[in-house]
């Protein structure tokens, strides 16, 4: 499902999180459509509504698959007892999230059950959603175990308490192109509840399935030195909500007599060839990272991005190399992807070394932007001047407008019904 509209800018929540890679469990809110975080955004390999009747809609997305097996091979699972729609079960939820945590599929007397998701691209990341309601009072504890790791994850179903919804999800990045999750219940008669799931990848629309790959330039040459001219309208300088220091400390980035986070967006680059002395760098750390949340006001669908460039140097070849991973965050998307990584050190430098990497990209509806200094940064800390990002408010298509008109006027009619 690759379908674009601005439902999201309305529905969405944001979770920053460091990358998927090593696959992780978390436990969020859920009271309605509002934060399920369900958009036509997402690019979705499962949609799945269980024991529904295929005619449920959260936010502009069609929950057509249900049963036990999904739609080329989306999904499959064991699990072979329903509960259908009763009316002594209501779930304590707003709009039709409440219809789809109203009935579900459970495990047999062992309490063991099975989900495998299908249609997987290795090496990209996705996150799996289980959309969940307590039954009953007392802890319906289950082990939940993925495939890709092997490690148990200790869950309790109920622990909102009856009739009560929160979200699981397991941000991953396929080592394969399906994934199986196991469900052991400690107690086997309070088996695990499989309501509705969803699972969202990289969208064709949002990003690269591959990774970008900068251009590179070099320079050198006596100091005072400003080879580069970088922008000055940028988004970085013009359309920032917040700047976060969300990995390493603030004192990370201005050894060595450096200017600190805030120079990386000020729209200046020099390098003043004196020791101790360089107020326009910041001094990426070893395992630093610093998030960049961009201004939604009136850019409610976010950003489309078409470049980013860094640039960055030292006062000789001893921390001049650049090594950064460009990440970005969606709107209606939970988690982070990779864009490209920047790699170069400039060969022999006389004096003064600047560099600058180029990517060309193709992003939409992006709402922030993380970069990341990893392990291998030269000499523990390298010089960083600043970070240019150029895009524009992303618009919806013909197709998504109308998605936008229809969404509204559904979400409308079952607040005047509600009334």
Do not use: C
């Not at 099975?114 to 996705?126: D, E, F, M, R």
């Not at 869950?155 to 397991?170: I, K, P, S, V």
């Not at 970088?230 to 201005?254: E, I, M």
């Not at 006001?297 to 090594?323: C, E, F, K, M």
């Amino acid at each position: 499902m690759n379908i674009h509209s601005p439902l999201a800018a309305t529905a969405a929540f944001l979770l920053a999180v460091a990358p998927s890679f090593a696959g992780t469990f978390s436990v969020l809110p859920w009271t309605g459509d509002a934060d399920s975080g369900i958009s036509p955004l997402k690019n979705y390999t499962a949609v799945a509504d269980f024991a529904g009747d295929g005619s449920r809609n959260v936010n502009g997305v069609l929950f057509s698959d249900t049963g036990r097996v999904g739609t080329a091979t989306s999904y499959q699972l064991i699990a072979p007892n329903t509960f259908g729609v009763s009316p002594t079960f209501t779930p304590n939820l707003t709009g039709t999230s409440a219809l789809i945590a109203s009935d579900f599929y459970y495990s047999d007397a062992s309490g063991n059950a099975y989900a495998t998701l299908g249609n997987l691209v290795p090496g990209q990341n996705y996150v799996t959603t289980w959309y969940n309601v307590g039954f009953g009072t007392t802890p319906r504890n289950i082990t939940i175990t993925p495939g890709d790791t092997g490690t148990p994850f200790s869950y309790d179903q109920n622990l909102n308490g009856n009739a009560n919804g929160h979200l699981l999800t397991y941000s991953f990045t396929a080592a394969g192109p399906q994934i199986t999750f196991g469900f052991n219940a400690g107690s086997d008669p309070d088996s695990y509840h499989h309501y509705a799931l969803t699972n969202a990848g990289p969208s064709g629309t949002a990003g690269p399935l591959t990774l970008v790959t900068p251009t590179y330039d070099a320079q050198s040459g006596p100091g005072p030195f400003a080879p580069y001219t970088p922008l000055t309208n940028d988004l970085l300088q013009t359309k920032v909500a917040s700047t976060t220091v969300v990995a390493g400390v603030a004192g990370d980035f201005s050894r060595e007599g450096t200017g600190g986070v805030p120079v990386l967006t000020n729209g200046a680059f020099s390098i003043t060839g004196i020791t101790d002395n360089n107020p326009e760098l910041a001094t990426g750390a070893n395992g630093t990272s610093v998030l960049y949340t961009l201004d939604l006001t009136g850019a409610p669908l976010g950003y489309d991005i078409s470049q980013v460039i860094g640039y960055g140097g030292w006062n000789d070849g001893g921390r001049d190399r650049q090594l950064f991973d460009v990440y970005y965050s969606v709107i209606g998307d939970s988690g982070f992807t990779l864009m490209g990584r920047a790699n170069f050190d400039p060969s022999g430098p006389v004096g003064v070394s600047a560099a600058r990497s180029t990517f060309d990209a193709d992003l939409s509806f992006v709402d922030a932007i993380r970069f990341d200094f990893p392990g291998g940064q030269e000499n523990g800390h390298a010089g960083y001047g600043e970070f240019d990002v150029v895009g524009l408010a992303s618009v919806p298509e013909p197709g998504a407008a109308a998605l936008l008109v229809m969404g509204f006027a559904f979400l409308g009619g079952r607040r005047r019904a509600k009334r």
